[in-house]
């Protein structure tokens, strides 16, 4: 895959963005009874004016981004990211929230009890490799997301929550190799790409805050913690140098918009390709 203009990427990802949740309807969920499991209301069909993507990234702290981001009519946040304490930078609106499998399967992050994962939609993903069938995914995932999934929709059936289908991640992989002149790592993209992507389906518009990094750049992991690398804004896992530069392709805004922090997109449904 070469390089092409901004507008024919664009429309390549409008045209191979298909969200995709685990709906029920495949095995092995079909017959574990799961299409009675998941929300009533597919994901697809929810739609917003505004939307912010808010990134984790340390260079979001002493932002002051925080009205801006409230000024939107729905919010992504990702995984353990909090707004208590750092609404001057995140605001404090929360309406979808994209978590990975570690989050729902490791103790630490106290996925039943935490007040984090309480408000708005919650997405799950888990790292299923690249083209397995969903039987073998489901009795080996990266880290096990099925059995608090469960739980949490018995418990708490009326905040909706999805979980991701692998499907939709790996075709999100393809795009971005597909779109690189190196081969990239056949590790699945970061919850930022998939969320951009997402809110793109979702959303008339959508800014994205501090994927492309700022005059605010830092090796600060995270604006919630104490740690420092530079693999979390560059990548190491993720192929996500290369999301970020597809996405600075797209970008509509102007260059200074950019260095502070934001990336405007046009929501797919508002672009005739
Ligand atoms: O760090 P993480 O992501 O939760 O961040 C969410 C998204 O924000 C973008 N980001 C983050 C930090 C930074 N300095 N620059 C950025 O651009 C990325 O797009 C990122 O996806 C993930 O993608 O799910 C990830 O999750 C963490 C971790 O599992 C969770 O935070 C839970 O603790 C991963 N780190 C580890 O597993 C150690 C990270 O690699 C990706």
């Given at each position: 895959g070469g390089r092409r203009s901004g507008v024919q990427l664009y429309c390549e990802l409008k045209r191979r963005t298909r969200i995709q949740t685990?709906?029920?309807?495949?095995?092995p969920f079909s017959s574990l009874g799961w299409a009675r499991l998941?929300?009533?209301?597919?994901?697809?069909e929810s739609q917003y004016q505004s939307c912010a993507v808010v990134m984790s990234?340390?260079?979001?702290?002493?932002?002051?981004?925080g009205w801006e981001i409230d000024s939107h009519d729905a919010v992504l946040r990702f995984n353990a990211a909090p707004i208590k304490g750092f609404e001057r930078d995140v605001g404090t609106k929360t309406t979808i929230r994209i978590i990975n499998s570690q989050i729902v399967a490791r103790p630490k992050h106290q996925f039943n009890s935490?007040?984090?994962?309480?408000?708005g939609t919650l997405l799950v993903w888990d790292p299923a490799p690249y083209s397995s069938d969903l039987t073998q995914w489901f009795e080996?995932?990266?880290?096990?997301?099925f059995s608090p999934y469960v739980q949490q929709r018995r418990l708490r059936p009326e905040q909706p929550f999805y979980i991701l289908h692998p499907e939709f991640i790996w075709s999100l992989w393809d795009l971005i190799q597909d779109n690189t002149e190196d081969q990239i790592q056949p590790n699945p993209p970061s919850s930022g790409f998939t969320g951009i992507l997402l809110m793109m389906s979702l959303c008339r518009e959508v800014s994205v805050y501090e994927f492309i990094p700022?005059?605010?750049?830092?090796?600060?992991?995270?604006?919630?913690?104490r740690y420092h690398d530079d693999a979390c804004t560059l990548g190491a896992y993720h192929p996500l140098l290369y999301e970020k530069l597809l996405i600075q392709r797209i970008h509509q805004g102007h260059q200074d918009q950019l260095r502070r922090g934001k990336v405007t997109l046009r929501g797919f449904r508002t672009v005739q390709c």
């Open positions: 685990v709906d029920g309807t495949e095995e998941v929300p009533p209301l597919p994901l697809q990234a340390g260079a979001v702290l002493n932002s002051s981004l935490s007040s984090l994962y309480r408000d080996k995932p990266d880290f096990d997301l700022s005059v605010r750049r830092t090796d600060l992991c995270h604006y919630y913690e």
